[in-house]
């Protein structure tokens, strides 16, 4: 009976020591992918805002968005990086925006360590399981003469024009400074004061017109009201000599 008993103790510590091990390995992969392991938490978030800023980079510098963790490795801009959970990152560009919007997406283990990596990072969407990081194309030199810029760009001054015609569809300009101009064609002008050089129009009406020359269809304003003037003078010698009533 002792020979049968210590049988039974060897096989009860087998199957004792396999439970503990198994114990011990799930413990372990939780452990790894657990928000409260500090250490791995700080690596994740460190990885991932360099996955982020070598992102921007690229984009900035080639103008294209990358496509993989691998392409920024392969080109120098990433080094080696650890993936929170040890799950990969994909690359997707979205299509309501004109690809100018790259989300990073990686899928989590649970909808609970989804949520708690959003409050870590900024510009972060959860759904369920999935997160992404949202980052928008940068403005570089080599693309920026695509956009109106509210500032002025001393360095690079050509900035500061446009090179095609604007069309406000009927909208208004307002609150504008001064309008320098070649030419101007418009069905309608409200203005305190306008210096204009050559001003050809249908139909003026003004209070107050103070001009150096003004032309109409039949000639000079000037010419005309000169020529008045000596026909004035002569009607007015005319009749004050006798001959004219």
């Given at each position: 009976m002792m020979k049968i008993r210590g049988g039974y103790i060897l096989f009860e510590l087998i199957i004792a020591l396999a439970l503990i091990g198994s114990a011990l390995l799930l413990f372990g992969q939780w452990l790894s992918r657990s928000p409260t392991n500090l250490g791995g938490q700080a690596k994740w978030l460190a990885d991932t805002e360099v996955l982020m800023e070598a992102t921007r980079q690229y984009w900035f510098q080639t103008g294209v968005a990358p496509e993989s963790v691998e392409q920024l490795q392969a080109t120098g801009y990433l080094p080696t990086i650890q993936s929170p959970w040890g799950r990969p990152w994909s690359f997707n560009a979205t299509n309501n925006v004109n690809s100018r919007l790259l989300a990073l997406?990686?899928?989590?283990?649970?909808?609970?360590?989804?949520?708690?990596?959003?409050?870590?990072?900024?510009?972060?969407?959860?759904?369920?399981?999935?997160?992404?990081?949202?980052?928008?194309?940068?403005?570089?030199?080599?693309?920026?003469?695509?956009?109106?810029?509210?500032?002025?760009?001393?360095?690079?001054?050509?900035?500061?024009?446009?090179?095609?015609?604007?069309?406000?569809?009927?909208?208004?300009?307002?609150?504008?400074?001064?309008?320098?101009?070649?030419?101007?064609?418009?069905?309608?002008?409200?203005?305190?004061?306008?210096?204009?050089?050559?001003?050809?129009?249908?139909?003026?009406?003004?209070?107050?017109?103070?001009?150096?020359?003004?032309?109409?269809?039949?000639?000079?304003?000037?010419?005309?009201?000169?020529?008045l003037q000596q026909l004035q003078q002569l009607w007015d010698q005319c009749v004050a000599n006798g001959g004219c009533r």
């Open positions: 997406q990686i899928q989590a283990p649970s909808v609970g360590e989804a949520q708690w990596l959003k409050t870590q990072l900024s510009s972060v969407v959860v759904q369920h399981h999935t997160v992404s990081l949202m980052i928008w194309q940068p403005i570089s030199d080599i693309h920026a003469a695509r956009y109106v810029h509210r500032v002025p760009r001393t360095d690079i001054p050509e900035l500061n024009q446009l090179a095609t015609h604007l069309d406000f569809s009927a909208h208004d300009i307002r609150q504008v400074g001064t309008v320098e101009a070649t030419d101007i064609t418009v069905d309608q002008v409200q203005a305190d004061r306008m210096l204009v050089r050559n001003l050809t129009g249908t139909w003026l009406t003004a209070e107050h017109i103070e001009t150096q020359t003004f032309n109409t269809l039949d000639g000079s304003y000037y010419t005309l009201r000169n020529q």
